[in-house]
């Protein structure tokens, strides 16, 4: 039983992080309206900037050290992710649509070729993150890994209630407004570069965020968890729940824990012919079950009546 | 407004409930984790192989003597292992998520694998972590062991093996020049061309040049109009098979005036489908040698063909000898935990495998002889055993 | 003198197929205002195709050597191009026609998971493991002037291996080359004639300007997007069969860098352009190889980055590509 708890709450963090790094999304995508497909990069600067950090900690080093470097690297990671994302907000006043959508693949890709090029930063193979988080084995590891759990749970629901408030606050009306239509907008007094600003810093950072946490937890970064189809797969998602925070969330954990479920053939039913045939044809399944969905309902399964307006 | 939150509410039930469905359906464990029971010791064994993607030969043969070996010992009838696999598709990131799902799902004791030095590198200090053995029969990266003393490996390491590859370039052929042409996405690339670098340097050898690529490119033309106007005598291609097999293809005779070396990771009978033949004075490092007269090496050749139809390479022969070393081990262990099995691995010393003679030293590498065998268009001849 | 020509002829080459790709991608963005990110994977049917084709043993059914050869050829680049054709029709059908109308994002996601859904059916039915392109040769390369012309240093005999005798003939790089240019320059020349000088083509433009006015003249635009996407997916086939006769491998990943660099092709000499796709795609390929072939060592790592900086310097400074109109703001 214990190593299932264990494995169970890994997973929590892992879905917790991805939660995170949707709410991201959301922000760039259903409220700013700027169709990224390069939200990755900003997780990897908060990864990779955490990891740099965490490099600093000397060998038994004690703890209130650690945990100072522990929150350095937070705000360093969420500070240059969104460093990142202000650098895009300029094309984005210029560039539209599909041609955004483009640069900011460019970005995260160029990115990524200089990590994998760049000894220093472990090139391809990626690097180990030095733990400042304290590890343990045995019944001392559930505790640790369970606060870590309830810590990003909790983290992970702020962002997305932070989100949603966001999306009602002054900001969050005028970002929809300058969405929907730039143009009226404007002339209403609006200030589109400002506005751009805020949402395009938020959500980067919280891209940062989510790569920070996984730097810390996972123990290890790499360019490969950073590629375009791990990116382009939490859009979907964030698409799929009709791009609010809520129900990006929900979407996320179904999707998930289906995935998971399968892996495990865990819902008791999964054995024989049938079973063996789910579990290896699972990935297609999927992409083809969320290409359906999409197909039935492109505005998300939840679609706020907002985002029916032309886009 | 109302609808869609009711809608909400039942999503949120649905993903708990199937998070506590994941957490209570888990298979329980059904032989006895502790302890040694009675006269056969039964070991449930984790398979972490990569058995698709660019190293598919590598998991995939390893495996086929893995299976072998497992019969025969089951057949003894004093160990029974009881093998659970799953494929890692030479992705490290699936390798870690897989290392730690066969441990905290399938509850295994023991865990052979990850095949490639990449993945390795990655799931090893979660293999530390988790506290369970895992003895990989096929990665050779200098690094893979220093995790910890959970990892082990039955093969040789890269710095032995690019050592062994320059001292034949350098005194059995007698050959001054070489350029490198190293996979940067491929730690076990880098590593071996850098222990040649140093020992081809220090025997007097000189290295004209570098080049790169990345596992799975595909149009070689550019790099193989390059390396022929090279002024080496000898070009080491230490990649894998899938890459060095379409390279070869495209360079068709251009490349003749040049020696090939190249490491264990060229040995998979696709390298023959996919160069199309043509592979021109070419020498690996390897293993073992199929044609080796060595009975216990010609015993295992027939029985594998007999059963599998093909000849085995050297990772099916280090797949054989990892379930030999496990078994060894699991004999000698006080009791059946991970952490007893663990220490009798670390301790193996002088078993006789397919192989050679496999002993573990202080960093849990296995010290042996590498086997050099000329390529031929269509197969292998044994030229020469280089020891340490 | 003779290295740089060796190099050329190589970027061209690659340039070519990256053109070819992206003509496909192009027209199907003109036309339906669709990023296609599945087109790499047409690619990649085109090339499994063209391969189980060419592994047939027709040396069986034909007469001599030299028929079988340019049979087998003609008959693989065909079913290539057939495959690619059905698998783009049969996506466009299932996946894209109800999405096109709604948003872009939604079309876009949808291309990335047939995109995903395509690679994960590969590597069920073909298995991961990359397979190499049978042999197939010209029985005496020396007898076609066009590539003693293309490389002039490697005369080359054929090696006798094994029997089948299609595998026996081992095709000499120099000979795929020459393959390689023919095909290319028929498949290209084919995409032009379609899209200026058939009445198909001129529809298919006209639905790319303006779907309203093209609609009020009595082009109804399904049949043209149909058509557009059996046309890309066939000149995506096509490709991947050059790619597979010129390089070698085929599995089921093959399609995915390819897939980005013709896209980048597309982008760079404007979308909905035919001839700026070429252009681009050539350009691309020009870039790729004589960096490879000039530049140290170290910077090779970069190569798949280039096209990706290229793109990025071309939005920034010229959106619309070098011949494309100005597209994509407004939709």
Same mark, same amino acid.
């Given at each position: 039983?214990?190593?299932?708890?264990?494995?169970?709450?890994?997973?929590?963090?892992?879905?917790?992080?991805?939660?995170?790094?949707?709410?991201?999304?959301?922000?760039?995508?259903?409220?700013?309206?700027?169709?990224?497909?390069?939200?990755?990069?900003?997780?990897?600067?908060?990864?990779? +900037?955490?990891?740099?950090?965490?490099?600093?900690?000397?060998?038994?080093?004690?703890?209130?050290?650690?945990?100072?470097?522990?929150?350095?690297?937070?705000?360093?990671?969420?500070?240059?992710?969104?460093?990142?994302?202000? +650098?895009?907000?300029?094309?984005?006043?210029?560039?539209?649509?599909?041609?955004?959508?483009?640069?900011?693949?460019?970005?995260?890709?160029?990115?990524?070729?200089?990590?994998?090029?760049?000894?220093?930063?472990?090139?391809?193979?990626?690097?180990?993150?030095?733990?400042?988080?304290?590890?343990?084995?045995?019944?001392?590891?559930?505790?640790?890994?369970?606060?870590?759990?309830?810590?990003?749970?909790?983290?992970?629901?702020?962002?997305? +209630?932070?989100?949603?408030?966001?999306?009602?606050?002054?900001?969050?009306?005028?970002?929809?407004?300058?969405?929907?239509?730039?143009?009226?907008?404007?002339?209403?007094?609006?200030?589109?570069?400002?506005?751009?600003?805020?949402?395009?810093?938020?959500?980067?950072?919280?891209?940062?965020?989510?790569?920070?946490?996984?730097?810390?937890?996972?123990?290890?970064?790499?360019?490969?968890?950073?590629?375009?189809?791990?990116?382009?797969?939490?859009?979907?998602?964030?698409?799929?729940?009709?791009?609010?925070?809520?129900?990006?969330?929900?979407?996320?954990?179904?999707?998930?824990?289906?995935?998971?479920?399968?892996?495990?053939?865990?819902?008791?039913?999964?054995?024989?012919?049938?079973?063996?045939?789910?579990?290896?044809?699972?990935?297609?399944?999927?992409?083809?079950?969320?290409?359906? +969905?999409?197909?039935?309902?492109?505005?998300?399964?939840?679609?706020?009546?907002?985002?029916?307006?032309?886009? | 407004?109302? !609808?869609?939150?009711? =809608?909400?509410?039942?999503?949120?039930?649905?993903?708990?409930?199937?998070?506590?469905?994941?957490?209570?359906?888990?298979?329980?464990?059904?032989?006895?984790?502790?302890? *040694?029971?009675?006269?056969?010791?039964?070991?449930?064994?984790?398979?972490?192989?990569?058995?698709?993607?660019?190293?598919?030969?590598?998991?995939?043969?390893?495996?086929?003597?893995?299976?072998?070996?497992?019969?025969?010992?089951?057949?003894?009838?004093?160990?029974?292992?009881?093998?659970?696999?799953?494929?890692?598709?030479?992705?490290?990131?699936?390798?870690?998520?897989?290392?730690?799902?066969?441990?905290?799902?399938?509850?295994?004791?023991?865990?052979?694998?990850?095949?490639?030095?990449?993945?390795? =590198?990655?799931? !090893?200090?979660?293999?530390?972590?988790?506290?369970?053995?895992?003895?990989?029969?096929?990665?050779?990266?200098?690094?893979?062991?220093?995790?910890?003393?959970?990892?082990?490996?039955?093969?040789?390491?890269?710095?032995?093996?690019?050592?062994?590859?320059?001292?034949?370039?350098?005194?059995? =052929?007698?050959?001054?020049?070489?350029?490198?042409?190293?996979?940067?996405?491929?730690?076990?690339?880098?590593? =071996?061309?850098?222990?040649?670098?140093?020992?081809?340097?220090?025997?007097?050898?000189?290295?004209?040049?570098?080049?790169?690529?990345?596992?799975?490119?595909?149009?070689?033309?550019?790099?193989?109009?390059?390396?022929?106007?090279?002024?080496?005598?000898?070009?080491?291609?230490?990649?894998?098979?899938?890459?060095?097999?379409?390279?070869?293809?495209?360079?068709?005779?251009?490349?003749?005036?040049?020696?090939?070396?190249?490491?264990?990771?060229?040995?998979?009978?696709?390298?023959?489908?996919?160069?199309?033949?043509?592979?021109?004075?070419?020498?690996?490092?390897?293993?073992?040698?199929?044609?080796?007269?060595?009975?216990?090496?010609?015993?295992?050749?027939?029985?594998?063909?007999?059963?599998?139809?093909?000849?085995?390479?050297?990772?099916?022969?280090?797949?054989?000898?990892?379930?030999?070393?496990?078994?060894?081990?699991?004999?000698? *262990?006080?009791?059946?935990?991970?952490?007893?099995?663990?220490?009798?691995?670390?301790?193996?010393?002088?078993?006789?495998?397919?192989?050679?003679?496999?002993?573990?030293?202080?960093?849990?590498?296995?010290?042996?002889?590498?086997?050099?065998?000329?390529?031929?268009?269509?197969?292998?001849?044994?030229?020469?055993?280089?020891?340490? | 003198?003779?290295?740089?020509?060796?190099? /050329?002829?190589?970027?061209?080459?690659?340039?070519?197929?990256?053109?070819?790709?992206?003509?496909?991608?192009?027209?199907?963005?003109?036309?339906?205002?669709?990023? $296609?990110?599945?087109?790499?994977?047409?690619?990649?049917?085109?090339?499994?195709?063209?391969?189980?084709?060419?592994?047939?043993?027709?040396?069986?059914?034909?007469?001599?050597?030299?028929?079988?050869?340019?049979?087998?050829?003609?008959?693989?680049?065909?079913?290539?191009?057939?495959?690619?054709?059905?698998?783009?029709?049969?996506?466009?059908?299932?996946?894209?026609?109800?999405?096109?109308?709604?948003?872009?994002?939604?079309?876009?996601?949808?291309?990335?998971?047939?995109?995903?859904?395509?690679?994960?059916?590969?590597?069920?039915?073909?298995?991961?493991?990359?397979?190499?392109?049978?042999?197939?040769? /010209?029985?005496?390369?020396?007898?076609?002037?066009?590539?003693?012309?293309?490389?002039?240093?490697?005369?080359?005999?054929? $090696?006798?291996?094994?029997?089948?005798?299609?595998?026996?003939?081992?095709?000499?790089?120099?000979?795929?080359?020459?393959?390689?240019?023919?095909?290319?320059?028929?498949?290209?020349?084919?995409?032009?004639?379609?899209?200026?000088?058939?009445?198909?083509?001129?529809?298919?433009?006209?639905?790319? /300007?303006?779907?309203?006015?093209?609609?009020?003249?009595? /082009?109804?635009?399904?049949?043209?997007?149909?058509?557009?996407?059996?046309?890309?997916?066939?000149?995506?086939?096509?490709?991947?069969?050059?790619?597979?006769?010129?390089?070698?491998?085929?599995?089921?990943?093959?399609?995915?860098?390819?897939?980005?660099?013709?896209?980048?092709?597309?982008?760079?000499?404007?979308?909905?352009?035919?001839?700026?796709?070429?252009?681009?795609?050539?350009?691309?390929?020009?870039?790729?190889?004589?960096?490879?072939?000039?530049?140290?060592?170290?910077?090779?790592?970069?190569?798949?980055?280039?096209?990706?900086?290229?793109?990025?310097?071309?939005?920034?400074?010229?959106?619309?590509?070098?011949?494309?109109?100005?597209?994509?703001?407004?939709?």
């Amino acid at each position: 039983m214990e190593l299932i708890v264990d494995y169970t709450l890994t997973h929590l963090v892992y879905l917790s992080i991805l939660v995170i790094f949707a709410a991201g999304v959301v922000v760039l995508y259903g409220l700013a309206g700027v169709f990224t497909l390069g939200h990755q990069g900003f997780m990897a600067i908060g990864a990779y +900037l955490a990891a740099g950090i965490a490099g600093l900690m000397p060998s038994g080093g004690s703890f209130g050290l650690a945990a100072a470097l522990l929150v350095a690297s937070v705000i360093v990671g969420v500070g240059g992710a969104a460093a990142g994302g202000l +650098l895009l907000t300029g094309p984005s006043l210029r560039l539209g649509g599909d041609y955004m959508a483009l640069a900011t693949l460019a970005f995260s890709e160029i990115l990524l070729a200089v990590i994998r090029n760049t000894e220093a930063l472990g090139g391809m193979r990626g690097i180990d993150v030095v733990s400042l988080l304290p590890r343990a084995s045995g019944s001392a590891r559930l505790a640790i890994l369970g606060t870590y759990a309830l810590a990003s749970v909790a983290m992970a629901a702020g962002s997305v +209630l932070a989100v949603r408030r966001l999306g009602c606050s002054r900001l969050g009306i005028a970002l929809r407004a300058l969405r929907d239509d730039e143009l009226a907008a404007r002339s209403m007094g609006l200030d589109n570069r400002q506005a751009r600003l805020i949402s395009f810093s938020l959500g980067a950072g919280l891209c940062g965020l989510a790569g920070c946490l996984y730097a810390h937890f996972s123990g290890h970064v790499s360019p490969r968890d950073f590629g375009f189809v791990q990116g382009a797969l939490v859009l979907l998602y964030v698409v799929l729940g009709g791009s609010t925070a809520v129900g990006t969330a929900c979407a996320i954990a179904v999707v998930y824990i289906l995935d998971e479920g399968l892996k495990l053939r865990c819902f008791g039913l999964l054995t024989g012919v049938l079973g063996d045939t789910l579990v290896n044809w699972k990935d297609a399944i999927l992409a083809g079950l969320l290409i359906a +969905l999409l197909a039935w309902r492109p505005y998300g399964l939840l679609p706020a009546d907002r985002m029916r307006s032309k886009r | 407004m109302k !609808g869609k939150s009711i =809608l909400l509410r039942c999503m949120v039930t649905l993903g708990c409930g199937s998070l506590l469905v994941v957490a209570s359906c888990s298979k329980q464990p059904s032989g006895n984790g502790g302890k *040694a029971s009675g006269t056969v010791r039964e070991v449930r064994l984790g398979g972490v192989l990569s058995l698709t993607g660019p190293a598919a030969t590598m998991g995939g043969e390893s495996l086929n003597g893995l299976k072998l070996a497992i019969e025969d010992i089951n057949a003894r009838g004093k160990v029974h292992l009881d093998l659970r696999l799953y494929d890692d598709k030479t992705d490290p990131n699936e390798a870690a998520k897989l290392i730690q799902q066969v441990v905290q799902v399938d509850r295994v004791q023991t865990i052979v694998g990850p095949s490639t030095s990449p993945n390795c =590198l990655r799931a !090893g200090r979660l293999i530390q972590d988790l506290a369970v053995p895992a003895m990989t029969p096929t990665a050779t990266n200098a690094g893979v062991t220093q995790s910890g003393e959970y990892m082990s490996r039955v093969c040789f390491i890269d710095p032995f093996q690019g050592e062994a590859l320059a001292r034949f370039a350098r005194k059995d =052929l007698g050959l001054r020049s070489a350029e490198l042409i190293v996979d940067k996405a491929n730690d076990y690339s880098v590593g =071996l061309a850098d222990s040649f670098r140093s020992t081809f340097k220090s025997l007097g050898g000189e290295i004209v040049g570098e080049m790169t690529y990345s596992t799975g490119d595909a149009d070689f033309a550019a790099l193989i109009a390059k390396a022929a106007r090279s002024e080496a005598q000898v070009l080491v291609i230490p990649g894998w098979y899938s890459d060095v097999g379409l390279m070869l293809r495209q360079a068709g005779r251009k490349w003749d005036k040049f020696t090939l070396l190249g490491g264990d990771a060229w040995d998979s009978p696709q390298l023959f489908e996919l160069s199309g033949g043509n592979i021109h004075n070419a020498y690996i490092s390897t293993h073992y040698a199929v044609d080796e007269p060595n009975p216990r090496v010609q015993e295992f050749v027939s029985r594998y063909v007999s059963v599998y139809k093909v000849k085995p390479g050297g990772f099916a022969a280090l797949g054989y000898d990892t379930g030999l070393a496990l078994e060894d081990a699991i004999l000698r *262990a006080k009791n059946l935990t991970p952490a007893a099995i663990k220490d009798a691995i670390n301790s193996i010393r002088g078993l006789q495998g397919v192989t050679g003679e496999i002993t573990l030293n202080s960093n849990r590498d296995a010290v042996k002889p590498a086997t050099i065998v000329e390529v031929l268009p269509h197969g292998y001849r044994f030229k020469t055993r280089i020891s340490s | 003198m003779s290295y740089l020509w060796a190099q /050329i002829v190589n970027g061209l080459m690659l340039g070519c197929m990256y053109g070819l790709i992206a003509v496909g991608f192009s027209l199907v963005y003109g036309v339906a205002r669709l990023m $296609n990110f599945a087109h790499g994977e047409f690619f990649m049917a085109g090339a499994f195709g063209a391969l189980f084709t060419a592994e047939l043993p027709l040396w069986k059914w034909s007469g001599g050597a030299g028929a079988t050869v340019f049979g087998t050829l003609a008959l693989s680049a065909l079913a290539g191009a057939a495959s690619g054709a059905v698998v783009s029709v049969l996506v466009e059908r299932l996946a894209y026609r109800r999405v096109r109308r709604v948003s872009r994002t939604a079309t876009f996601l949808v291309a990335v998971g047939a995109s995903i859904l395509l690679q994960q059916i590969g590597f069920k039915v073909f298995t991961a493991s990359p397979r190499g392109f049978p042999d197939v040769c /010209i029985p005496d390369p020396a007898a076609v002037p066009l590539i003693s012309w293309l490389e002039p240093s490697a005369g080359l005999p054929c $090696n006798a291996l094994a029997t089948p005798p299609l595998r026996a003939m081992a095709l000499s790089p120099s000979g795929t080359s020459a393959v390689t240019f023919v095909v290319l320059a028929l498949a290209i020349s084919g995409a032009f004639f379609f899209v200026l000088r058939t009445d198909t083509g001129l529809a298919i433009r006209a639905v790319s /300007i303006d779907e309203k006015s093209a609609r009020s003249i009595g /082009i109804r635009p399904q049949p043209a997007i149909v058509m557009t996407f059996a046309v890309g997916g066939a000149l995506a086939g096509i490709a991947g069969f050059l790619w597979s006769l010129r390089y070698g491998g085929v599995q089921p990943l093959m399609g995915f860098i390819p897939g980005v660099k013709a896209f980048v092709a597309a982008v760079i000499g404007g979308v909905g352009s035919v001839t700026g796709a070429v252009l681009g795609g050539l350009l691309l390929g020009l870039l790729e190889t004589l960096s490879f072939a000039y530049l140290p060592g170290e910077v090779s790592g970069y190569k798949d980055a280039l096209a990706l900086l290229l793109l990025l310097v071309f939005l920034l400074i010229r959106p619309h590509g070098l011949l494309g109109r100005k597209l994509g703001e407004a939709a």
